[in-house]
């Protein structure tokens, strides 16, 4: 089971949204805004952000940050699981 870790707490307050450990197979969290579930994110087994910066240093997961952008910058569509994703666990 994904620990959801303060880093990603804070980036859905940020977002107006509330996040849980996820009930879906496979997955991190599940997004909820106010008592509608949105999505669930992230995939198990993935590293994220507070991950890397938690077992290798800010260095380190500033880089992969940098090159998860790069490659999910289709995934920037406002509402979607990616969005979601992009901004809670990047």
Not at 49 to 60: A, D, I, N, V
């Amino acid at each position: 089971m994904y620990t959801i870790l303060p880093y990603s707490y804070e980036q859905a307050r940020r977002l107006g949204v509330t996040i849980y450990p996820s009930k879906h197979r496979g997955k991190k969290i599940d997004v909820y805004k106010g008592n509608k579930f949105i999505c669930a994110i992230g995939a198990l087994g993935m590293n994220d952000y507070p991950t890397y910066w938690k077992e290798r240093g800010k260095s380190f997961a500033d880089d992969r940050r940098r090159l998860y952008h790069l490659r999910h910058r289709a995934d920037d569509v406002y509402g979607t699981a990616g969005w979601y994703a992009l901004r809670i666990l990047w």
